[in-house]
């Protein structure tokens, strides 16, 4: 069973730029979520989606963050424009709701570098 | 929110040593999951404990959930065991998790 699919998996842009990742959850999974990790820290969670239901955004950044969850698979977060202190590693996670767990497993993440 | 904190913040152990590693919680869970970040960055399931006692090879982990605290054991550690590990808690059916700092773990030959 294939695992968490994100891309690309680095990205170097010039500050000012629009960047967007994508993520492909793991088949089956209704819940995916896109977290941000800084150098040195854990991950926090930006968006969380049940289905195509943005149902915890709280913590995104909503003046240059977006983000959708089409047809409730897999979804695209989108910076524009990235700052200078956008640098650091997009994950994505996935659940499933109910048995036999809630286990959430991650994609590999995305290193952005904004210049 | 839930607090989570992990002791201690680094450890160095020579090839062949056992470790622990800690994790508090200030409320109670219905999730906790521990994670081993390798250097490439990839989060590595290691445990689903929300209580109890797992065991996996050279791993085990105990979670005493009445007492808001979790244990790694790393035993006849390897080279390959480097890396941070992550303790992560949800509070209740899919809420996002909320992450300590990480042990950072650097096993020498």
């Known amino acids: 069973e294939a695992g968490v699919v994100q891309s690309p998996r680095y990205k170097i842009i010039e500050k000012k730029q629009p960047v967007a990742f994508w993520c492909n959850p793991i088949s089956g999974h209704n819940t995916l979520y896109w977290y941000l990790q800084n150098l040195g820290q854990g991950p926090e969670l930006l968006i969380r989606y049940e289905n195509e239901e943005a149902v915890d955004d709280s913590q995104l950044p909503k003046d240059r963050f977006s983000a959708e969850r089409l047809k409730g698979v897999d979804s695209t977060l989108k910076i524009q424009p990235a700052e200078l202190g956008d640098s650091a590693v997009y994950l994505c996670a996935s659940s499933l709701v109910g048995p036999p767990n809630n286990e959430q497993f991650f994609g590999p993440g995305t290193r952005l570098t904004v210049l | 929110g839930i607090q989570v904190e992990q002791s201690p913040p680094d450890l160095i152990l020579q090839e062949g040593a056992n470790s622990t590693l800690r994790c508090n919680f200030s409320d109670s869970v219905n999730n906790l999951q521990w994670f081993h970040q390798n250097p490439w960055g990839q989060l590595i399931n290691l445990f689903y404990?929300?209580?109890g006692t797992k065991q996996n090879g050279r791993l085990s982990a105990t979670t005493v959930a009445t007492e808001r605290y979790s244990l790694l054991y790393i035993s006849s550690s390897q080279t390959t065991d480097s890396g941070v590990y992550f303790c992560a808690v949800g509070d209740s059916g899919n809420t996002p998790l909320v992450f300590g700092k990480g042990t950072r773990l650097s096993v020498i030959a």
């Open positions: 404990i929300p209580s």
